[in-house]
C-alpha cells in the first residue's frame, strides 16, 4: 500500500502490546483505527493514545474465537467507516508445557483464538475487502514459533505454524484483488503475553496451570514499537514474511537442513 492516509485499520488484539503498537503506527500515518479485543479498559487506552497523535479511533469488544463477533465487527466497521483497508489478525494468547500433558482445554483454547481468530477475520473481512475494489492488506501475526518447533511450545507451535501456512497461500489467493499479505514471526517482544491467562475464559480451565502461571519465551526481547514499525514497511512495501529477530536465522538454517538431509535419506 503506498499510503495509509484516510484508510481504516482494524487491529484484533489492539488492547496490549503488538496490538497496541500497530493500532499507533498506522495511527501516525493518518488512518482511522478500529481497536478490537476483549479487553475494554485497555482498549480504551489504545483509544486515547490514538486520539492523542491526532487520528481517529473506534473500539468494539470482540471475541475472535467467535465467528459471530468478528462478523459484527465488519458490519460496524463497514457502518461507522464504509470500509477496512487494513486488517491485523493479531489477538493471540500463549501457554507453555508438554505436549503429552496438554489439556483438551488447552487445545480448544489456543486454537480458537489464535487460529480460529485469523480464520474468522478472513471470513469477516476479505470477501467484503475484495467487494470494495479498493486493495488492502491483511497481517496475520504468527511467531518464530511457527517456524521453529520449541519443546513446551507444542500447543502454541501447532497454532502458529497453521497461521504461517495460511498466510502463505492466503498471499497468492489475494494476489489478483491487489490485497496483500504479510506473517508476522517475531521471537520475543516485551508485551503482556506472558500473562495470557488473564483472558483464558473458565470452561476451558486447565487445572494443573493455575490462573497466572507464566509463559517464557526464549531470545531477546525487542519493544512492540519497533516490531509494530517493521510491520508498516512490510505493509508498504508488500512484503510477506515479517521476521523481526535476526538471531532467528541460524535455528531457520538449522531446520532447513534437516529437512534436506530429511530428503536425501529417503530416496
Ligand atoms: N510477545 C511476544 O513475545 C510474541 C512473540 C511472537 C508472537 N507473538 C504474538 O503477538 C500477538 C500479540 O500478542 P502480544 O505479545 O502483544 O500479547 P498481549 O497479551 O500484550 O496482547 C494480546 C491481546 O490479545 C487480546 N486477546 C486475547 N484473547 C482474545 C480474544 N479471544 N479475542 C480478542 N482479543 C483477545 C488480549 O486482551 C490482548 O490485548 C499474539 O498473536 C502473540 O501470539 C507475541
Known amino acids: 500500500m503506498d499510503t495509509l492516509k484516510e484508510r481504516v485499520a482494524v487491529v484484533t488484539g489492539g488492547a496490549s502490546g503488538i496490538g497496541r503498537a500497530l493500532c499507533l503506527a498506522f495511527a501516525r500515518e493518518g488512518a482511522r483505527v478500529v481497536v478490537a479485543d476483549l479487553d475494554e479498559p485497555g482498549m480504551a487506552e489504545t483509544a486515547a493514545l490514538v486520539e492523542a497523535v491526532g487520528a481517529r479511533a473506534v473500539t468494539v469488544r470482540t471475541d475472535v474465537s467467535r465467528l459471530d463477533d468478528v462478523q459484527a465487527l465488519a458490519d460496524r ?36 483464538v489464535n487460529l480460529w481468530g485469523v480464520i474468522h477475520g478472513i471470513e469477516a473481512f476479505v470477501p467484503r475487502m475484495i467487494a470494495q475494489k479498493q486493495g488492502g492488506h491483511i497481517v496475520n501475526t504468527a511467531s518464530m514459533a511457527g517456524l521453529i518447533a520449541s519443546q513446551g511450545l507444542g500447543v502454541y507451535n501447532t497454532t502458529k505454524y497453521a497461521v504461517v501456512g495460511l498466510s502463505e497461500t492466503l498471499q497468492k489467493d489475494l494476489r489478483p484483488h491487489g490485497i496483500g499479505v504479510s506473517v508476522l514471526c517475531p521471537m520475543g517482544v516485551t508485551t503482556n503475553i506472558r500473562q495470557s491467562a488473564r483472558n483464558r475464559p473458565a470452561h476451558l480451565e486447565n487445572p494443573q496451570s493455575p490462573p497466572g502461571s507464566e509463559v517464557e519465551l526464549i531470545g531477546r526481547y525487542l519493544s512492540p514499537e519497533h516490531v509494530a514499525e517493521r510491520v508498516l514497511r512490510a505493509v508498504r512495501a508488500n512484503r510477506l514474511y515479517v521476521i523481526t529477530h535476526e538471531e532467528g536465522l541460524e535455528p531457520l538454517r538449522r531446520r532447513f537442513e534437516r529437512l534436506a538431509q530429511g530428503i536425501r535419506e529417503s530416496q
Open 77 to 112: 466497521v463497514w457502518r461507522d467507516f464504509g470500509g477496512a483497508h487494513v486488517l491485523c489478525n493479531n489477538a493471540g494468547v500463549a501457554i507453555s508445557g508438554g505436549l503429552e500433558s496438554a489439556s483438551h482445554g488447552d487445545w480448544e483454547w489456543l486454537i480458537g
